[in-house]
């Protein structure tokens, strides 16, 4: 069964930082494409940045770009997201997913077959 575990979200100020980590288990992580999202209160969910299944590939969506960086850990079956430079904006649930497709470094929700249940991430100005 597969099991998708993150954490790492709070509050912070504007500017702030914060590092998710999510954890996998139940499948061949290094097999797995890999995705942060996020979906603010009344918003859709959106793609964050995909990660391939070494991690030498990404893909951020453009409001993250400079700000965000994504890697894994494929040994410790953990993806990690370190955000800085937090705004106001990025305030949102976080997620991450993963798929054993073919696909990787996608933003697009509907790739995606397995969902960990989200961590908090809080920014206020």
């Known amino acids: 069964q597969v099991q998708l575990v993150e954490s790492g979200g709070g509050s912070v100020q504007a500017g702030g930082s914060l590092r998710l980590s999510c954890v996998a288990s139940?499948?061949?992580?290094?097999?797995?494409?890999m995705g942060w999202f996020r979906q603010a209160p009344g918003k859709e969910r959106e793609g964050v940045v995909g990660?391939?299944?070494?991690?030498?590939?990404?893909r951020y969506t453009d409001s993250v770009k400079g700000r965000f960086t994504t890697s894994r850990d494929n040994p410790k079956n953990t993806a990690y997201l370190q955000m800085t430079d937090l705004h106001p904006e990025d305030t949102a649930m976080y997620y991450c997913?993963?798929?054993?497709?073919?696909?990787?470094?996608?933003?697009?929700?509907?790739?995606?077959?397995?969902w960990g249940q989200g961590t908090q991430v809080t920014v206020s100005s």
């Open positions: 997913a993963a798929d054993p497709g073919t696909f990787c470094v996608s933003t697009d929700p509907a790739k995606y077959r397995y």
């Open positions: 139940g499948y061949t992580y290094g097999r797995y494409c």
């Open positions: 990660i391939s299944t070494g991690g030498s590939s990404t």
